[in-house]
């Protein structure tokens, strides 16, 4: 019997009864056992999955997901963003929106009714998509490719392979050595839709989903599966006979564990995916900035161009915000972080954390020469809806910590470093370089 429990991050698991919550829910001793194995695999890449305290009970660390137990429970773990409990179902569809920034998928290849409506785990919306995609890609027909083969046949076909035919012993004069191309659906992008069609069939647990793979398993029954995913991934076509292919490469990279580092795919029925959830929102946050800035501003996430430090003429520790926008001589760097804050605590610093504050002042230092704009970007909550006032360092360098509303995706106070990088903040339709200095001169 498949059983599904919903918690949300930052969650307690136990072995002994719970009262109903997302914060708290009673597991299996098996469910608990594997989990425990799973944390410990994490725990050695320095990336915990949950806390041990006491020995019936775990405590769950950022990360998002599902996953899948061999004795048949599925722990559905959902993003923690406000104070009082929300819905299961508007939990879920803001965990698939934030995969599908993560994805790089268009809202027309997704659309937002197909997020809303599939009240389902996010293991069974994942291979959902996938099918759906992969239909639409049979039903436009896939692709073929020639192939050399080498055989004996009684009759010649293609070309006569002249060396072997001459070895050919007496008793067999009658059979021909030859060499021929054939059409077939041996490729790589079909072997690893393959590969990830059978997970899914063996997988999934909603009738339609399975009766879809199925039909698809069939349809595909010429096509072998791929022994070497990477490889395969490697010569994944990108011309434009390819183009009815590219909808359903992400999916199938998800699905095979290629998309994130700490995506988990158990050796038992079950498809298990966990995302840390400070990835999530860092990569939500720059696509919804790619859409927002004007085409000629230069954005790189992450930078990766300077270092703190030169050690033997090499550099060391590598300083790497998640966001650089860059127009002409100007630069804002832009950081995001998880964490709630809490704007009527100023005794408490708001809740912010001293380390990112050094952190943000060695990024301005090496990539803004010690003057100019920044900000640490975090989640919209209730006790966080307004930006904080900006934070100032010595030299010009300014720090303003905004709310990100994921509901209504905008970023609150976006004109503090946005003025002058998109024409939704600057009364100038195109801002030249020294428009973007007196702006700058302005706000610091």
């Given at each position: 019997?498949?059983t599904?429990?919903?918690?949300?991050?930052?969650?307690?698991?136990?072995?002994?009864?719970q009262?109903p919550?997302?914060?708290?829910?009673?597991?299996?001793?098996?469910?608990f056992?594997?989990?425990?194995?799973?944390s410990?695999?994490?725990s050695r890449?320095?990336?915990?999955?949950?806390?041990?305290?006491?020995r019936?009970?775990l405590?769950l660390?950022?990360?998002?997901?599902?996953?899948?137990?061999?004795?048949g429970?599925?722990?559905e773990?959902?993003p923690?963003?406000?104070?009082?409990e929300?819905?299961?179902a508007?939990?879920?569809?803001?965990?698939?929106?934030?995969?599908?920034?993560?994805l790089?998928?268009?809202?027309?290849?997704?659309?937002?009714?197909?997020?809303?409506?599939f009240?389902?785990?996010?293991?069974?919306?994942v291979m959902?998509?996938f099918?759906?995609?992969l239909?639409?890609?049979?039903?436009?027909?896939?692709?073929?490719?020639y192939?050399?083969?080498?055989?004996?046949l009684?009759?010649?076909?293609?070309?006569?392979?002249?060396?072997?035919?001459?070895?050919?012993?007496?008793?067999?004069?009658?059979?021909?050595?030859?060499?021929?191309?054939?059409?077939?659906?041996?490729?790589?992008?079909?072997?690893?839709?393959?590969l990830?069609?059978?997970?899914?069939r063996?997988?999934?647990?909603?009738?339609?989903?399975?009766?879809?793979?199925?039909?698809?398993?069939?349809?595909?029954?010429?096509?072998?599966?791929s022994?070497?995913?990477?490889?395969?991934?490697?010569?994944w076509?990108?011309?434009?006979?390819?183009?009815?292919?590219?909808?359903?490469?992400p999916?199938?990279?998800?699905?095979?564990?290629?998309?994130?580092p700490?995506?988990?795919?158990?050796?038992h029925?079950?498809?298990?995916?966990?995302?840390p959830m400070e990835?999530?929102?860092e990569?939500?946050?720059?696509?919804?900035?790619?859409?927002?800035?004007?085409?000629e501003?230069?954005?790189?996430t992450?930078?990766?161009?300077e270092?703190?430090?030169?050690?033997?003429?090499?550099p060391?520790?590598?300083?790497?915000?998640?966001?650089?926008?860059?127009?002409?001589?100007v630069?804002?760097v832009?950081?995001?972080?998880?964490?709630r804050?809490?704007?009527?605590?100023?005794?408490?610093k708001?809740q912010?954390?001293?380390s990112?504050?050094y952190?943000?002042?060695?990024?301005?230092?090496?990539?803004?020469?010690?003057?100019?704009?920044?900000?640490l970007?975090?989640?919209?909550s209730?006790?966080?809806s307004?930006p904080l006032p900006?934070?100032?360092?010595?030299?010009?360098?300014?720090?303003?910590?905004?709310?990100?509303?994921?509901?209504r995706?905008?970023?609150?106070?976006?004109?503090r470093?946005?003025?002058?990088?998109?024409?939704?903040?600057?009364a100038?339709?195109?801002?030249?370089?020294?428009?973007?200095?007196?702006?700058?001169?302005?706000?610091?």
């Amino acid at each position: 019997m498949n059983t599904v429990i919903s918690v949300r991050e930052h969650a307690w698991l136990s072995t002994t009864p719970q009262p109903p919550s997302l914060d708290c829910a009673q597991i299996s001793e098996s469910a608990f056992d594997h989990l425990c194995q799973v944390s410990e695999l994490f725990s050695r890449s320095g990336a915990p999955l949950a806390q041990l305290e006491g020995r019936r009970r775990l405590k769950l660390d950022n990360y998002v997901g599902v996953i899948c137990t061999p004795c048949g429970t599925t722990l559905e773990v959902l993003p923690k963003l406000h104070e009082l409990e929300d819905s299961v179902a508007g939990s879920r569809a803001l965990l698939r929106k934030l995969i599908q920034a993560s994805l790089n998928l268009s809202a027309r290849e997704v659309g937002q009714a197909a997020i809303e409506r599939f009240d389902a785990p996010l293991s069974e919306w994942v291979m959902r998509r996938f099918l759906d995609e992969l239909d639409t890609v049979v039903k436009r027909g896939l692709r073929f490719d020639y192939h050399r083969l080498e055989e004996e046949l009684p009759f010649v076909r293609g070309q006569l392979d002249l060396k072997a035919q001459l070895r050919q012993p007496p008793g067999k004069a009658h059979r021909f050595h030859v060499r021929h191309d054939v059409y077939l659906p041996d490729r790589a992008e079909n072997r690893l839709l393959r590969l990830a069609l059978e997970r899914v069939r063996v997988a999934t647990q909603d009738p339609d989903s399975w009766r879809l793979a199925q039909e698809l398993s069939m349809r595909l029954i010429e096509v072998p599966s791929s022994r070497h995913v990477p490889g395969d991934f490697r010569a994944w076509g990108s011309d434009r006979l390819m183009a009815h292919y590219r909808a359903v490469k992400p999916w199938c990279e998800l699905i095979l564990n290629r998309l994130m580092p700490l995506a988990v795919l158990g050796v038992h029925q079950g498809l298990s995916l966990l995302f840390p959830m400070e990835k999530l929102f860092e990569r939500h946050v720059a696509a919804w900035l790619r859409q927002h800035v004007l085409p000629e501003v230069g954005i790189r996430t992450p930078a990766a161009s300077e270092a703190l430090c030169l050690h033997l003429d090499r550099p060391m520790f590598r300083l790497e915000p998640d966001v650089l926008l860059r127009m002409g001589a100007v630069r804002r760097v832009l950081d995001m972080k998880w964490k709630r804050l809490d704007a009527g605590n100023r005794e408490q610093k708001y809740q912010l954390s001293q380390s990112d504050l050094y952190q943000m002042f060695a990024y301005g230092h090496k990539y803004l020469a010690g003057a100019g704009q920044m900000a640490l970007i975090y989640p919209r909550s209730a006790k966080f809806s307004q930006p904080l006032p900006p934070f100032d360092f010595n030299g010009g360098m300014r720090l303003h910590v905004l709310p990100f509303d994921l509901d209504r995706d905008e970023l609150v106070g976006a004109e503090r470093v946005l003025a002058g990088f998109s024409d939704r903040w600057s009364a100038v339709p195109k801002v030249d370089g020294a428009v973007l200095c007196a702006i700058e001169t302005k706000l610091s």
